[in-house]
């Protein structure tokens, strides 16, 4: 759990108290937004949106958001608390049920807490489709041990911690929901409930039998020092790794870690498009993969945060036949912003860039365009004419999902595994742009994306052959296991 959240504090999370905004008479407000400083925030905010979001109304009509954001402006009678405000910017984003329109205009505050000092609940979770599971021990005794299924927190159900928290993060599913709850859930705790010395926690064990558990708060350092001195077994992966690997019996192993460079990557110059280390593992991987005479490939894209698709596209193109385009449908918003991030953007006609640029070049502000989309070639260099099988989980994100739904898309992989909460037709392709008071950055979606299916529903990749995630407590790679079961089967 201590790499989950803080993995999470890196991504950005915030919840939304309930109480209104303003400052109490009785005490001045030092670190306080004036109310017009506030106000202009808010309007600044939705009023962007409107010009920059490649569909702000796509899940929410337009009436209801007006009035989301009138109710969130008559809150704001007087000095507002900046950590508050920050938080109510997060209330503003997630109403639209959007992934990539979001703010991390709290995680600073977050992180200016517990960097002096203050505490959280350590518990870390995983979810069981709509379960909540622990995953570590919470504390010294023997309560809530890992396993346990919890059914309510702080006083309400899980079901009601739920709802509280969806008013305030940007997801596009209740999937998606769960997976950045289990991402970061002490800190979805310490802004539902306040600091807090414990909480009370409902469960039900591992051995059928329901019971509350006290766990005691505590600061990061120490977190960290209670989960090292009662591990719990667990696979002994790293999904940000570079690996590719013979099995035997005709099966090779490939995860390819991000479809972007890594900070070992980049160098000392921090570039943050360097693609030329990932061509290089991914001929060498290739040239093995041609060497060993595999007839099946394992590709791994479990917990990977995905990236672009010039990375991607390097794999993909050695296990077709024909040019392929990465999506069916591409459309960009050409907003006041968007389009001045881009006016300096020349690309290769023939590359999805260069075509975003020139659309965006030629269209009226605020018109939302189509970009025909390049086709992709295939890459005769040692490609792979085998079985290929693609691995998922929950934790799938971005161009992980949009890999996954493409192959099964193309007809060139079976997906396996768990159903991913990201989506593989979405609003992506994000820009920001700052507040004019409180600069919090907000990220919006410019582009609607399309998989090469054509399906538009609102889930992630459904994998072709179902594998359950790894039990909690388990060293053994259960989906991987299974999932090389399945392929022998399947010959």
């Keep these: 759990m201590a790499n989950r959240f803080a993995r999470n504090l890196v991504t950005a999370f915030a919840i939304l108290f309930a109480s209104p905004l303003a400052a109490q008479e009785s005490a ?92 959280i609940i350590p518990l870390s979770v995983t979810y069981r489709d709509s379960a909540m599971v622990t995953d570590q021990w919470a504390g010294e005794g023997d309560n809530l041990p890992p396993g346990s299924r919890i059914t309510g927190l702080g006083g309400i159900s899980l079901a009601e911690f739920e709802s509280r928290v969806r008013s305030i993060i940007s997801a596009d599913s209740d999937r998606l929901l769960r997976s950045q709850i289990e991402l970061g859930l002490p800190a979805y705790l310490y802004f539902v409930f306040g600091p807090r010395e414990s909480l009370a926690i409902e469960y039900i064990g591992p051995d059928g039998q329901p019971a509350t558990a006290s766990v005691s708060a505590m600061g990061l350092g120490e977190m960290y020092a209670m989960q090292a001195a009662r591990p719990v077994s667990a696979p002994d992966r790293s999904s940000g790794a570079r690996i590719h690997r013979d099995l035997g019996e005709g099966i090779y192993y490939l995860q390819p870690g991000p479809f972007s460079a890594t900070e070992e990557e980049r160098g000392e110059d921090g570039e943050t498009y360097t693609i030329a280390p990932f061509r290089a593992f991914v001929e060498e991987a290739f040239t093995a993969i041609s060497a060993s005479g595999a007839t099946d490939l394992v590709i791994d894209l479990r917990d990977n945060g995905g990236g672009d698709a010039s990375f991607s596209d390097l794999i993909v193109a050695r296990l077709v036949e024909e040019p392929y385009r990465y999506a069916s449908r591409y459309e960009v918003r050409a907003g006041p912003n968007t389009k001045a991030a881009w006016a300096d953007r020349e690309g290769d006609a023939n590359t999805l860039a260069g075509r975003i640029a020139a659309a965006l070049a030629s269209a009226d502000d605020g018109q939302v365009v189509s970009v025909d989309l390049p086709l992709t070639q295939p890459i005769a260099d040692n490609a792979f004419d085998g079985r290929v099988w693609v691995l998922v989980n929950q934790h799938s994100y971005s161009n992980a999902a949009v890999v996954a739904a493409l192959m099964q898309d193309l007809g060139i992989a079976t997906v396996v595994g768990e159903e991913t909460a990201d989506l593989p037709t979405t609003y992506g392709a994000v820009e920001t742009f700052a507040l004019p008071n409180s600069g919090a950055v907000i990220t919006y979606p410019k582009a609607y994306m399309v998989r090469p299916s054509g399906d538009q529903s609102t889930r992630g990749v459904v994998p072709d052959f179902v594998i359950a995630p790894n039990p909690v407590g388990s060293a053994e790679d259960v989906m991987l296991e299974t999932a090389l079961v399945q392929i022998r089967t399947a010959r």
Excluded: W
């Excluded at 106000?39 to 009023?47: A, G, K």
């Excluded at 337009?62 to 009035?67: L, N, P, S």
């Excluded at 507002?80 to 997630?94: C, G, I, Q, R, Y």
């Design 28 to 119: 001045p407000c030092e670190n306080c937004y004036t109310a017009e400083e506030a106000r202009e925030d808010l309007t600044t905010l939705y009023s962007r949106l409107q010009q920059e979001h490649v569909d702000l109304f796509a899940r929410r009509g337009r009436a209801e958001y007006d009035a989301h954001v009138d109710s969130l402006l008559n809150r704001i009678d007087g000095p507002v608390p900046k950590t508050d405000f920050h938080l109510m910017l997060h209330e503003a984003m997630a109403f639209g049920n959007v992934g990539h329109a979001k703010t991390e205009a709290a995680m600073g505050d977050l992180f200016a807490y517990v960097g002096e000092g203050g505490t």
